[in-house]
């Protein structure tokens, strides 16, 4: 079953609105997540790192006040695209490594399932 | 900066045929990771590689890394349609976690 659960995995929202993601560890505890933005026929790129506890840590270019992130416990990370425009419409997926004794396969970053984000 | 690179970027083959995918990465990296995506979903795990000379193997997938000439290969052999989808292949960042992908491989099998 999933380890990485994002919701939701579709939504289509008029410019100007706001948007969140939800990125949940079912099974471990992740200190950190990861979000990641995929436009059509590319490759995916980090966003910014949900730190557990503290601020995200952003890529270059990545607007922080745009993309809000909030990573208030140790399975719930969000993300908020605020004031969407059209230009925002990409494939956002988040992912979470579990971290060693957990059971889980170290080494192994857990993708959620994607969310595909439509602005009108 | 780290860089990811894949080649080819496209690639049609019949079905039957072995065919090779290549991933070169910039920096030093221990650990290589092979992912497959399907249109329209997220990334499933293929295989990571955690050591020079690492070699593994699912089904008609076979993956391997030489860390000294920063290098990965994914081989397909005999392949069939199923196999169509894109691959990526991933390193780990230079600031913590969080992978840098290359461009992807989109594969498309045909009878």
């Known amino acids: 079953g999933a380890v990485v659960s994002q919701h939701p995995s579709w939504v289509i929202c008029k410019s100007g609105t706001s948007v969140k993601i939800e990125c949940r560890s079912l099974?471990?505890?992740?200190?950190?997540m990861f979000w990641y933005r995929q436009f059509p026929k590319q490759s995916l790129m980090l966003m910014a790192t949900s730190n557990e506890g503290s601020k995200a840590t952003y890529e270059q270019g990545v607007e922080k006040d745009k993309f809000l992130i909030n990573h208030a416990s140790l399975t719930l990370s969000t993300l908020t695209v605020t004031s969407a425009h059209p230009e925002d419409s990409s494939f956002y997926i988040c992912s979470a490594r579990a971290p060693l004794g957990t059971g889980r396969a170290k080494n192994i970053q857990y993708f959620g399932a994607g969310t595909r984000l439509s602005v009108l | 900066e780290l860089k990811v690179e894949q080649n080819p970027l496209f690639l049609s083959m019949q079905e039957g045929k072995n065919y090779t995918i290549y991933c070169n990465y910039s920096?030093?990296?221990?650990?290589l990771y092979w992912y497959r995506q399907d249109p329209g979903k997220s990334l499933e795990s293929l295989f990571v590689?955690?050591?020079?000379?690492a070699v593994k193997q699912e089904g008609r997938l076979m993956a391997s890394l030489d860390t000294k000439a920063r290098l990965s290969t994914l081989h397909i052999t005999a392949a069939v349609h199923d196999l169509s989808a894109t691959y990526f292949c991933a390193v780990d960042s230079n600031s913590g976690y969080a992978l840098n992908f290359g461009k992807g491989t989109s594969l498309l099998v045909t009878p």
């Open positions: 920096t030093t990296s221990d650990r």
């Open positions: 099974d471990f505890q992740a200190t950190t």
């Open positions: 590689l955690l050591s020079n000379g």
